[in-house]
């Protein structure tokens, strides 16, 4: 199939350079965007192998869903401590709950645990001003995750 794959993209209407790059990748046994790997296993608290399940190997679409992530919920924890300070555990539980879900999908491990004990302890009703030192620690977790996601490359992000 790789290459068949490498044959059609001789001959498909593509611009030469993304063709010439998915046809060494292919050659080499290496998905496009292979070299992005090295970068994607830096990132604090991914577990690379399992984001890449999700992205079915393809570390230019995992890179391209991280960087939406990053700029989607780099501002969690203001909106978070914001809600909690007007005692809106509603809206602080589905802050928590979203950013939950998306470190689980995307298989960042540490940020979906920290998220994941903070929302059980703001549906079971926990005073708020107990899960300062938790929202302190999702916080600073989330940082380091998109300060990771900010070092790599700049992508084209309409690649799928």
Same mark, same amino acid.
């Given at each position: +199939?790789?290459?068949?794959? @490498?044959?059609?993209?001789?001959?498909?209407? /593509?611009?030469?350079?993304?063709?010439?790059?998915?046809?060494?990748? @292919?050659?080499?046994?290496?998905?496009?965007?292979?070299?992005? !790997?090295?970068?994607?296993?830096? *990132?604090?608290?991914?577990?690379?192998?399992?984001?890449?399940? #999700?992205? %079915?190997? $393809?570390?230019? =679409?995992?890179?391209?869903?991280? %960087?939406?992530?990053?700029?989607? /919920?780099?501002?969690? +924890?203001?909106?978070?401590?914001?809600?909690?300070?007007?005692?809106?555990?509603?809206?602080?539980?589905?802050? #928590? /709950?979203?950013?939950?879900? *998306? @470190?689980?999908?995307?298989? *960042? =491990?540490?940020?979906?645990? !920290?998220?994941?004990?903070? $929302? $059980? %302890?703001? %549906?079971?009703?926990?005073?708020? @001003?107990?899960?300062?030192?938790? #929202?302190?620690?999702?916080?600073?977790? !989330?940082?380091?995750?998109?300060?990771?996601?900010?070092?790599?490359?700049?992508?084209?992000?309409?690649?799928?």
């Amino acid at each position: +199939p790789d290459a068949l794959y @490498a044959t059609l993209l001789q001959w498909l209407p /593509h611009a030469q350079a993304a063709a010439a790059a998915a046809t060494s990748a @292919a050659v080499a046994g290496l998905p496009a965007g292979a070299d992005l !790997l090295p970068q994607l296993a830096t *990132i604090d608290g991914l577990d690379l192998d399992g984001a890449l399940v #999700v992205t %079915r190997g $393809n570390p230019q =679409r995992l890179a391209r869903l991280l %960087r939406m992530f990053a700029s989607g /919920h780099a501002g969690d +924890p203001a909106a978070l401590r914001s809600a909690l300070a007007e005692g809106d555990r509603q809206t602080a539980e589905r802050i #928590v /709950h979203g950013l939950k879900g *998306i @470190a689980g999908t995307l298989a *960042i =491990r540490r940020l979906f645990q !920290l998220a994941s004990s903070l $929302n $059980n %302890r703001l %549906r079971e009703g926990e005073e708020i @001003a107990a899960l300062a030192a938790e #929202v302190d620690l999702l916080a600073a977790e !989330l940082a380091a995750v998109c300060e990771g996601i900010g070092l790599l490359p700049a992508g084209d992000e309409q690649a799928s």
